[in-house]
C-alpha cells in the first residue's frame, strides 16, 4: 500500500479537498507587496538588544506560567482598557482557532461579512464549525441588511468583523457594528488587526458589551515573524477561551523579544504613521491609471480593480516578472474579480510599482 492509498482512507475528505493556506515564495531581492508587511526592518541597536534578551532565555525550560508583568506590559503598550484580560496567541491566526474550538460545538455557525480574511472561514471548518459569509455589496461596503438577516436566520455563535477589512481595506461604520453586537446571539470578535493604520479602535468601548472582545497582532507594524497575537476581553470570556489554549503557546524567544520591542512602541507606531501618510498618495497614483478602481482603504494595503489594457491577472503576472509581487485576488471571489491587494511598500518600492504599472498601462 502507498502512502496515498491510506491518506485517501484516513485524513479527512475536506481537507484532502483543500489547499492550504498560500504563502507565496519570496526571493530576496523581489519588492514584497503581497502580504502586509512592514517594510522596515528594526534599526540595528534595538536588533542588539533583542539578541542579548533572546541569547540569555532558558532554551532548556518549558516558558514560565502567564508572565503577569509581560500581561502589563502589552496591555499599557496597546490601550487595553482596566479590567479587560488578556490571552496571548502564536499570531492572531491561533487565537482564531481558540475562539472557535471554545464556543462552536460540531455544526455551530461562525459568520463574517465576505470577502474578509480567508482564515475565518479555514480555522471554522477545520475546527467543525458551519462558515457563512455574508457578501459584501457591489461597491464593497458592509450590507448591514443582510447581516442581520443572516444573523437572525443563522444564530451564529461567532460573528468576526475585520476592522478594518482585509482585503478590501473598508473601516464599517459604528453605527452598523453596534446593530450587529446588538443582534448577535453569541460573541463578535473585533478583528483589528490593520488598527494601527486606522486611527480607530473598539479597544475604549471593549467593556461596555457584553458580547464583544477585540483582537490584535503586532503582524502588521513590523513583527511578523515574531508570530504574536493577542485578545482582549472581560476576564470571565478570556478565562473560559484560556482553555483551549494549547500550554506554552508563546515560546520564550518571541517572549523576550516582546519585552525589548515594546519598550520602543513609540518606533513602531512611527513606522505605522509613516505607512498610513503614504497610502492615501499610492491610492491617488493607482487611481490615475487607466481602467484602474481603488477602493478607499484604512489599512495599510489598497485594493484595486485593473479593468484597463491589461486584466487583474495580466498585471499580477506583469509585475512578478519585474519582480514585484502583490495578491491577486481574482480568483478569490466574484466581487474581487481583477483585484489586487497591495501594500503600502517603503517609498523607494511604492515609486518602483508605480512605475512598472505605468508602463504596463502605456498603449
Ligand atoms: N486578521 C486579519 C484581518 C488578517 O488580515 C491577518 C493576517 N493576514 C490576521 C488576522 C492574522 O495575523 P497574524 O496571525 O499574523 O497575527
Known amino acids: ?30 519588492i ?9 526592518p528594526l534599526p540595528d541597536r534595538l536588533r542588539q538588544e533583542i539578541a ?23 496591555a499599557h503598550a496597546f490601550g487595553v482598557p482596566s479590567g479587560a484580560a488578556l490571552l496571548f496567541g502564536n499570531g492572531s491566526d491561533e487565537l482564531i482557532h481558540l475562539l472557535v474550538q471554545a464556543c462552536c460545538a460540531p455544526g455551530d455557525t461562525v459568520l ?23 457578501p459584501l455589496t457591489a461597491a464593497l461596503e458592509l450590507d448591514l441588511p443582510a447581516m442581520l438577516a443572516a444573523i437572525a436566520a443563522h444564530r451564529p455563535k461567532l460573528v468576526f468583523l475585520a476592522l478594518p477589512n482585509n482585503p478590501t481595506g473598508g473601516l464599517w461604520p459604528d453605527e452598523a457594528i453596534q446593530a450587529i453586537v446588538d443582534a448577535a446571539p453569541g460573541l463578535v470578535v473585533i478583528d483589528e488587526a490593520y488598527q494601527p493604520f486606522a486611527g480607530h479602535s473598539w479597544m475604549p468601548r471593549l467593556l461596555d458589551h457584553p458580547n464583544v472582545v477585540v483582537m ?7 513583527l511578523a515573524g515574531l508570530r504574536f497575537g493577542y485578545l482582549a476581553g472581560h476576564p470571565d470570556w478570556i478565562a473560559q477561551i484560556d482553555k483551549v489554549r494549547p500550554p506554552y503557546n508563546i515560546n520564550v524567544l518571541t517572549q523576550a523579544a516582546l519585552r525589548v520591542v515594546l519598550r520602543e512602541k513609540a518606533l513602531l507606531d512611527a513606522q505605522a504613521a509613516r505607512l498610513r501618510a503614504d497610502r492615501e498618495p499610492l491610492a491617488q497614483a493607482l487611481a490615475a491609471l487607466p481602467g484602474v478602481t ?19 491577472n495580466a498585471v ?19 466581487l474581487l474579480a481583477n483585484c489586487l491587494r497591495i501594500s503600502v511598500g517603503a517609498p523607494d518600492e511604492n515609486t518602483a510599482l508605480l512605475a512598472a504599472l505605468k508602463e504596463l498601462s502605456s498603449p
Not at 491518506?7 to 498560500?22: C, G
Not at 484604512?298 to 491589461?310: I, Q, S, T
Not at 503576472?317 to 466574484?334: E, F, M, Y
Open 32 to 40: 514584497k507587496l503581497d502580504a502586509m508587511e512592514c517594510p522596515y
Open 112 to 134: 463574517s461579512p465576505w470577502p474578509s480574511f480567508v482564515y475565518f472561514d479555514m480555522a471554522a471548518r477545520f475546527d467543525h464549525a458551519r462558515f457563512v459569509g455574508v
Open 316 to 334: 499580477h503576472l506583469a509585475l512578478k516578472t519585474r519582480k514585484i509581487l502583490v495578491k491577486n485576488l481574482s480568483s478569490a471571489h466574484p
Open 1 to 30: 500500500m502507498t502512502p496515498a492509498d491510506r491518506i485517501a482512507r484516513t485524513v479527512r475528505a475536506d481537507v484532502l479537498a483543500q489547499t492550504a493556506y498560500p504563502v507565496a515564495p519570496a526571493a530576496p531581492d523581489v
Open 52 to 74: 542579548q534578551a533572546v541569547a540569555g532565555t532558558a532554551l532548556n525550560r518549558y516558558p514560565g506560567a502567564d508572565d503577569p508583568e509581560l500581561k502589563a506590559q502589552v
Open 294 to 312: 481603488v477602493y478607499p482603504s484604512a489599512g495599510n494595503f489598497v485594493l484595486a480593480r485593473f479593468e484597463g489594457k491589461l486584466d487583474g
Open 216 to 222: 490584535r497582532t503586532v503582524s502588521k507594524i513590523g
